[in-house]
């Protein structure tokens, strides 16, 4: 039941930090919240992701080219321009690792007005912090675990916001049906809407990127 519970709400939570925080208020800027307000989200994102934290500006910045370029040989992460999930996620780890690290320059329109609190930035970048996280998840099976599969489980941990973003650029833009000719191949994925709590609503959001409601 520990393990249960524990893997549930560090998916929901970090899946919560990722819509709300990055994709929502960091990308889009659907809604505003004072400085405060900000430095505990990001906060709450780089707790709940843990080693898995993703820099808000770089996951904003490929966001934003994702959906200017959506689905053409541009987009960063669009399954049409990849074989498999698994090279389409290494290849935008990559583009962020280098957003991240200031290594490569976007183009001015999709920067700006982005939250960044360098010090939590530094810090989630941190391989030393990474493994402790990794390490962390680790104990806690050690600790409660009571079957050996269980343990399989751990490294789903250690990246879990990268899973999330799979799930939602693969399935949300192969698998599904559509309400709008967006001109890509954004669809609404009901099927795995429930493991990302509403953002499998993929064509609704190409066609009103900055509304907050995704099933419009």
Same mark, same amino acid.
């Given at each position: 039941?520990?393990?249960?519970?524990?893997?549930?709400?560090?998916?929901?939570?970090?899946?919560?930090?990722?819509?709300? &925080?990055?994709?929502?208020?960091?990308?889009?800027?659907? &809604?505003?919240?004072?400085?405060?307000?900000?430095?505990? &989200?990001?906060?709450?994102?780089?707790?709940?992701?843990?080693?898995?934290?993703?820099?808000?500006?770089?996951?904003?910045?490929?966001?934003?080219?994702?959906?200017?370029?959506?689905?053409?040989?541009?987009?960063?992460?669009?399954?049409?321009?990849?074989?498999?999930?698994?090279?389409?996620?290494?290849?935008?780890?990559?583009?962020?690792?280098?957003?991240?690290?200031?290594?490569?320059?976007?183009?001015?329109?999709?920067?700006?007005?982005?939250?960044?609190?360098?010090?939590?930035?530094?810090?989630?970048?941190?391989?030393?912090?990474?493994?402790?996280?990794?390490?962390?998840?680790?104990?806690?099976?050690?600790?409660? +675990?009571?079957?050996?599969?269980? &343990?399989?489980?751990?490294?789903?941990?250690?990246?879990?916001?990268?899973?999330?973003?799979?799930?939602?650029?693969?399935?949300?833009?192969?698998?599904?049906?559509?309400?709008?000719?967006?001109?890509? +191949?954004?669809?609404?994925?009901?099927?795995?809407?429930?493991?990302?709590?509403?953002?499998?609503?993929?064509?609704?959001?190409?066609?009103?990127?900055?509304?907050?409601?995704?099933?419009?």
């Amino acid at each position: 039941m520990a393990i249960a519970i524990f893997f549930v709400s560090h998916w929901l939570l970090s899946v919560f930090s990722q819509t709300f &925080f990055l994709h929502r208020y960091g990308a889009h800027r659907m &809604f505003t919240m004072s400085k405060g307000w900000e430095r505990f &989200f990001n906060l709450f994102t780089y707790l709940t992701q843990g080693s898995s934290f993703l820099v808000p500006r770089g996951y904003a910045v490929l966001h934003r080219m994702h959906h200017a370029f959506s689905d053409t040989p541009k987009d960063p992460h669009s399954p049409t321009n990849y074989g498999n999930v698994g090279s389409m996620m290494w290849d935008t780890k990559k583009r962020y690792h280098d957003l991240a690290h200031g290594i490569v320059q976007p183009e001015p329109r999709f920067d700006g007005g982005i939250p960044s609190w360098p010090a939590i930035d530094r810090l989630g970048q941190s391989w030393v912090m990474r493994v402790a996280w990794g390490a962390a998840y680790g104990l806690f099976y050690v600790a409660f +675990a009571e079957h050996a599969w269980q &343990f399989a489980l751990v490294p789903l941990h250690w990246v879990m916001g990268p899973i999330h973003g799979a799930i939602v650029n693969w399935c949300g833009h192969r698998y599904g049906y559509r309400n709008f000719d967006n001109g890509d +191949a954004s669809r609404n994925t009901l099927f795995f809407d429930f493991l990302t709590v509403g953002e499998l609503f993929q064509n609704n959001h190409h066609k009103f990127g900055q509304s907050p409601n995704f099933a419009v």
